[in-house]
């Protein structure tokens, strides 16, 4: 089944970029969507699509995905935005439809 | 826009059966396939299965097929969760989660889908 692969820990400073990736075969060739989840609450989708916002989600917040890495990026970052952040994507290859990554915590110092 | 809701805290043993629900505001419910997610403690979102409750098409994850029944039924909006007979290991959070794919300029396209919409969750707890 496809695999994607997100760094466990991500730290950035207040006011700085952040930037988590997701690594996957070849994941440029599909569609990668975000998710959002702080600490016991449901996950929030924030960016779908590769590049696209929900409504909402304030344009700090924005994606891009080529070759092998997806990534989101978190610019101006903010003491809340300190949550786990998940990737997806939707493969039609395997069995296992919806594949998340394992999920990066963003830790904002 | 909508919303999902969905039951409470549950607390089993063993052995035992349980189902747990979402229900939907807000928007036509038979018209959006509805997941199931899982979350272990302190670990990742784990896909579980979906439905389309106009016609209850459903498909699982192969993680687990025949260990959960997904259901649903449209006269109450509600999609369902169900173990025969929990483990332990089924101690997780689970949430239900309505499917989207991308549209844009009048077309959609398959093999784009995600979840816009979540529930708040439903614990279950299953210890001896």
């Keep these: 089944s496809y695999v994607l692969t997100q760094p466990p820990s991500v ?38 699509y590769n590049t696209e916002r929900p409504s909402g989600i304030p344009e700090r917040f924005s994606g891009s995905n080529s070759g092998n890495t997806a ?17 997806q994507v939707w493969d039609s290859g395997s069995d296992h439809l919806w594949v998340f990554g394992g999920g990066t915590k963003l830790a904002v110092l | 826009e ?13 052995g035992e059966s349980l189902k747990i629900s979402c229900e939907a505001f807000g928007y036509s419910f ?17 896909w579980m299965g979906v439905i389309y409750p106009g016609d209850s098409d459903t498909r699982y994850s192969p993680s687990f097929q025949g260990q959960v029944t997904i259901s649903a039924d449209k006269s109450i909006s509600t999609a369902y969760l169900q173990w025969s007979s ?17 549209c844009s300029g009048g077309s959609c396209y398959s093999g784009t889908y995600y979840f816009d919409n979540w529930g708040q969750g439903t614990l279950v707890a299953v210890s001896s």
């Design chain 1, 11 to 48: 730290s950035v400073a207040p006011g700085k970029t952040a930037r988590i990736t997701c690594g996957g075969n070849n994941i440029g060739s599909k569609r990668v969507h975000w998710y959002q989840q702080e600490p016991g609450q449901a996950p929030v989708l924030v960016i779908y």
């Design chain 1, 71 to 87: 990534t989101l990026s978190i610019s101006r970052v903010e003491a809340g935005d300190e949550a786990d952040y998940y990737c």
């Design chain 2, 2 to 14: 909508g919303q999902l809701v969905q039951s409470g805290a549950e607390v089993k043993k063993p």
């Design chain 2, 30 to 46: 038979t018209s959006y396939w509805i997941g199931w997610v899982r979350q272990k403690p302190g670990k990742g979102l784990e």
């Design chain 2, 86 to 102: 929990l483990n332990v290991s089924d101690t997780a959070m689970y949430y239900c989660a309505r499917r989207r794919r991308y």
